[in-house]
């Protein structure tokens, strides 16, 4: 399965910090990449410094025409917020009907209500108000059964899991 | 298990939507408070205002001193940070030695080398960067098997689940 976002209704200067946070998190969840209604260069760039660090291989692209990109995209729709289907009824309806390439959508606080009805899906993590970093990390670990997190990424920096302390592995020095 | 969350280096100007984050996704994980090391009247007036009207029995406080309070804290304490070992291998280390209480220790940027030591356990949600928020909704989802994300509340505003669209019953109009 491939699995790409889109990010609808980011607003560049209040949203930055959690719409990084939402790429980053696709990215470590296993997502190839992700889409942005908005223009914003700037966030281009963080999410870009970060894969350039750590291992490239996502795709990020800000200022996406999201009705035609939406409607268009080949393959399960799959629209997060918490007015839907609660994710524990939703994933096991997913898993069988979708097929080779999913897109996650996750607005900010307002959504066009088309979002609703061009989505094959809509997605409760939960019904209750938190945030669309939560909802779309939990609903990646659970669609992938844990596997999204194990992706390998090929970096320059590569942290080493430990106990106590930072171990983090610089190839750029190794060479 | 009763679960609490400390939230380190929150900086009000930078971090407010961020640490609200936080913050509700403690709440819809389950946990039954948070705490904050910064003072920040606002940021508890947002979490308190979503609680007033979606379900109470949620503590937040801010201003609180970081270092006695994790020292001193009665229960297991766990701090989440992509230098720790791998969700995976930790959670069922966890599961077996927690016993009735938890502390979950989620840092802005920067975390004080001393928070690795005062914790029982550094826990990665993968290694990778990528946010705080999707750390903890993960943490908690896979700690409590999806008990978590089922908390019930009672609120005046009730999200009913539905394929498309939005159902919320508003207990304060109908009696």
């Not at 889109?6 to 719409?19: E, F, V, Y």
């Not at 750590?54 to 729709?77: A, C, H, M, S, Y």
């Not at 994710?87 to 900010?108: F, H, N, Q, T, Y």
């Not at 409760?124 to 059964?145: C, I, K, M, Y």
Request: aromatic share 8%; proline share 3%; net charge positive.
């Amino acid at each position: 399965m491939e699995i790409f976002v889109l990010r609808l209704g980011h607003r560049p200067a209040r949203d930055k910090r959690i719409s990084t946070h939402v790429a980053l998190t696709s990215r470590a969840f296993g997502a190839k990449g992700i889409f942005f209604s908005t223009k914003d260069v700037d966030l281009e760039e963080s999410v870009r410094d970060v894969a350039g660090r750590f291992g490239e291989g996502f795709e990020i692209r800000t200022g996406v025409k999201w009705k035609p990109f939406l409607r268009d995209f080949q393959g399960t729709k799959v629209h997060l917020t918490m007015y839907g289907v609660h994710v524990d009824d939703a994933i096991p309806r997913i898993r069988s009907e979708a097929k080779g390439r999913m897109l996650v959508v996750v607005g900010a606080e307002k959504v066009p209500a088309e979002v609703y009805q061009l989505a094959d899906f809509n997605v409760a993590v939960g019904n209750q108000p938190h945030s669309e970093v939560a909802a779309l990390a939990v609903f990646l670990d659970r669609l992938t059964q844990g596997e999204g997190l194990r992706s390998e990424f090929e970096g320059r920096l590569k942290v080493l899991p430990c106990e106590r302390g930072k171990r983090v592995v610089d190839r750029g020095n190794a060479g």
